[in-house]
């Protein structure tokens, strides 16, 4: 797909072209605008305001102001409220949070990994009970 029939389908689908798109070399943009498109904004197992939600998420962790003002925004059109945006972020906080911890404190994957294993084996034996 040409960079012009990008710009008509973004045109069509937003109202307007993204102006970042065309940062993107020839050789690209077709595959780029293919994933925006279907993994993005295309129905996927994910539901679309989950996805942007993790969008945020990311984009948070990465402290992306540009990602975080359009995966917000995108979370909203899809549904989501004020306080599930406020939620994502929070726990955002926590995995993050944890992550730094552990990882600084060189926690030993291993026993770590075989700890969660028991605990989801506890879980399900307890939920099947």
């Not at 065309?22 to 498109?37: C, G, H, N, S, T």
């Not at 962790?61 to 925004?73: G, V």
Request: glycine share 6%; proline share 2%; aromatic share 10%.
């Amino acid at each position: 797909m040409a960079r012009t029939d990008v710009h008509r389908e973004m045109k069509e689908m937003f109202g307007e072209v993204i102006g970042f798109v065309d940062l993107i070399p020839d050789q690209f943009i077709d595959a780029e605008w293919e994933l925006i498109k279907g993994v993005q904004f295309g129905e996927t197992l994910i539901p679309n305001k989950y996805k942007e939600l993790m969008g945020l998420a990311v984009s948070a962790a990465t402290r992306c102001r540009f990602c975080a003002l359009f995966h917000t925004e995108s979370a909203r059109l899809f549904g989501a409220t004020d306080d599930e945006i406020e939620e994502a972020m929070h726990y955002t906080k926590l995995v993050i949070g944890w992550s730094t911890y552990i990882n600084g404190m060189q926690v030993d994957y291993d026993e770590f990994k075989a700890q969660v294993d028991r605990v989801v084996d506890h879980v399900k034996a307890t939920a099947a009970a």
